[in-house]
């Protein structure tokens, strides 16, 4: 039993924004209200703790709607576990997987290993997402049914696109019967080719090949019209243009039905950080422009973009420590997401605390149909409790993921979470 007590508690699902107390028990949200006198409460069902949060804010349960897991495959860069272990230590309570993995989430047998695992070794729930095609080619489509049946909440080919729009078209039609979500990774690959960065003025200096906003624009564009012709929801993954942006806030006012994210690592850098020839600043897609990056900001306030999602995809040092155009794209995202995300626009006054909060719970709950992302009694205890003025220093080397490729090591960031709490068990806290 946990009884959080002063708290200001924020569920933007519920609309709330009050000093309330929580109380918990068995796994469940029992009540939300104000002044709850411990003295009241039964002690016989076991272990009971007060939690004085007395400045502090307490939030839905975070949920991460795109995280590479590496299991099974790639468990010398994460596992299930550690990846369940830092998205603990981030403040997230769920995080939603890519099926990159190796052999691919295409089929149930992995989807089921995935869950299964998940539940024995993982801190934190875990939702898979299945493969659109057999393999991540894009021309094959994966057995759907199979995969909503073994347990997938969405269905995403990330890392590659879906290059043939007749493939996705089908696939667009096909996950109406299922109530799946398409989540686009939008890239043209022959515009983007081998460029190792942002096309623009920083990599002409450079001296580096580029890939130009348009490879993902005119995916974007392409998506967007069959999302309109076959009436299904379609979600963009990290949109990184102000192209982008504006083709979906038109698409919205169209009345297509898209939803899209952002990650920490474009709202927060630009090109500009490639200059040092930092592998850990090598990814897809790559780091835009300061104008692109005004952009994802303005999105975000206006919204536009509807998530912020980490993209967590680790590396060991084998596939960064090489040459720059050779490095393999990505960076670990689930330890500072929450921490840049406050930083970097709740204290520009880009968005306010809820409309944060609101990216980081309700919003990913409601694109991919999960239960959580809200307060609600009687239902799972899945809490996030933050604090604004928590100052700490990125260091890679504590980090609970198995990789440490991060472009933030060093930064001091102002704001971040203190606790995690999934089903009312308290698995990280602050020390």
């Not at 209200?33 to 039964?42: C, L």
């Not at 690592?265 to 600043?281: G, I, K, R, S």
């Amino acid at each position: 039993m946990l009884l959080i007590k002063n708290g200001r508690v924020i569920d933007p699902a519920n609309n709330i924004d009050n000093a309330l107390d929580i109380f918990i028990n068995q796994g469940k949200i029992i009540r939300v209200g104000k002044n709850i006198d411990p003295k009241g409460i039964s002690r016989d069902s076991g272990k009971f703790r007060i939690i004085d949060a007395s400045g502090k804010i307490i939030a839905p349960g975070f949920i991460d709607m795109h995280t590479h897991l590496r299991e099974p495959g790639q468990e010398g860069k994460e596992t299930i576990a550690t990846g369940c272990r830092a998205a603990a230590v981030g403040g997230f309570t769920a995080l939603a997987c890519m099926p990159n993995t190796n052999p691919v989430n295409d089929n149930k047998i992995v989807t089921s290993y995935i869950i299964n695992k998940a539940l024995k070794e993982g801190c934190v729930r875990v939702y898979p997402i299945g493969a659109i095609t057999r393999g991540l080619k894009g021309e094959n489509l994966s057995d759907i049914g199979e995969l909503k049946t073994a347990g997938v909440v969405a269905l995403s080919d990330d890392g590659e696109p879906v290059m043939n729009a007749e493939v996705m078209r089908r696939a667009l039609e096909y996950v109406k019967s299922f109530n799946l979500t398409i989540i686009s990774h939008c890239e043209d690959k022959d515009l983007s080719q081998s460029g190792a960065m942002h096309e623009g003025f920083v990599s002409t200096r450079l001296g580096l090949p580029g890939i130009p906003a348009a490879a993902e624009e005119v995916m974007v564009a392409r998506d967007l019209i069959l999302a309109e012709m076959t009436s299904s929801h379609i979600h963009i993954a990290h949109v990184s243009t102000a192209g982008s942006v504006d083709l979906i806030r038109r698409a919205k006012a169209k009345g297509i039905r898209v939803t899209c994210e952002v990650t920490p690592h474009h709202f927060t850098l630009t090109d500009e950080a490639v200059t040092l020839f930092d592998p850990n600043t090598k990814v897809n897609p790559p780091l835009r422009s300061q104008e692109d990056r005004d952009a994802l900001r303005e999105g975000l306030r206006d919204g536009t973009i509807d998530a912020i999602a980490t993209d967590h995809a680790p590396h060991d040092s084998l596939a960064k420590d090489i040459e720059y155009t050779l490095t393999a794209n990505g960076i670990v995202g689930l330890e500072t997401a929450v921490s840049l995300t406050l930083n970097e626009l709740v204290h520009s006054n880009i968005l306010t605390i809820n409309q944060a909060i609101a990216r980081l719970s309700a919003n990913p709950a409601r694109i991919l149909g999960l239960k959580g992302g809200a307060l609600h009694e009687g239902e799972d205890a899945d809490i996030t409790v933050l604090d604004l003025q928590r100052e700490f220093m990125v260091k890679p080397e504590t980090f609970k993921s198995k990789s440490r490729n991060t472009p933030f090591g060093g930064w001091k960031l102002n704001g971040g979470p203190i606790m995690t709490i999934v089903a009312g068990n308290i698995v990280w806290e602050a020390k």
